[in-house]
């Protein structure tokens, strides 16, 4: 009898697996409220860097299993008109981060417990002690990001200059450093790289040269104009000022 009822028991399981597997499945399909950026805007640049290694944890970021910008559907609307702008003058955006998981923003408090993991420092955090990360406001438990409204982006002058590819264990140097000194990036120059833990990265630090500051303005204002607002410690941030989920945190993969 025993036999029989866990015999029963295994048929049900093997039964249900096929819908738990969907169901599973479900949880990590994109909301209808977002959009691939690429389907509106087909031509933008992306070098998404939390799906690879080049980015201060030195190594992909849970919930990145593709190299995809989503947004609301607002936010992305928003952007089109930003790309129009730009369009005239040849030039286009290229976009670092949109959507973020919060399993990603965990990756980040994760990491930033690690005080002795410092593989990225030399580029990304050169003057700044681990240990502070959370108390001056470079890592927090939530972010903007994975409310979908927020991107992380530059302009590339067209045709695009050549992008200087990271090679894993490459020797690393400062992000503040002078374009010509630090990782090879081929938008305009904003005064620093991105993701730099620096008070050069404030987007109105006065110390930077007049041409980047000219550079920020361009971002600046283009994405003013369109709704977005700038986070003032970090150049390349911008939150579409009227958010369609301004306390809602999500948390489906990217993929």
């Known amino acids: 009898m025993k036999f029989k009822s866990l015999w029963k028991l295994l048929c049900l399981a093997v039964l249900c697996l096929p819908l738990m597997a969907c169901a599973g499945a479900g949880a990590y399909q994109i909301p209808e409220a977002f959009v691939d950026i690429q389907q509106k805007i087909p031509d933008v640049l992306l070098d998404i860097r939390y799906y690879g290694e080049h ?23 928003a952007l089109v008109k930003v790309q129009k702008d730009l369009a005239p003058y040849s030039m286009t955006l290229k976009i670092y981060d949109c959507y973020r998981p919060q399993r990603a923003v965990d990756h980040f408090v994760r990491w930033a417990k690690e005080i002795d993991n410092t593989k990225t420092m030399k580029e990304f955090y050169p003057t700044v002690d681990k240990r502070n990360l959370f108390k001056d406001g470079y890592i ?54 991105f993701d730099c833990f620096h008070e050069l990265s404030h987007t109105e630090n006065k110390n930077i040269w007049q041409q980047q500051k000219i550079n920020r303005l361009l971002l600046k204002s283009l994405m003013e104009k369109h709704g977005f607002r700038n986070y003032d410690k970090e150049w390349w941030h911008y939150t579409l000022k009227n958010e369609p989920f301004p306390e809602t945190y999500f948390n489906f993969v990217i993929e």
Do not use: W
């Open 140 to 193: 927090d438990s939530r972010s903007g990001h994975s409310r979908g409204s927020t991107v992380d982006l530059t302009i590339i002058p067209l045709p695009a200059p050549a992008q200087e590819s990271y090679i894993s264990g490459q020797k690393l140097s400062e992000c503040y450093l002078p374009a010509g000194q630090r990782f090879g990036d081929n938008s305009l120059d904003m005064g620093t790289g």
């Open 55 to 77: 980015n201060f944890l030195g190594e992909r970021v849970d919930g990145y299993r593709a190299p995809k910008c989503i947004l609301t559907k607002e936010a992305a609307e």
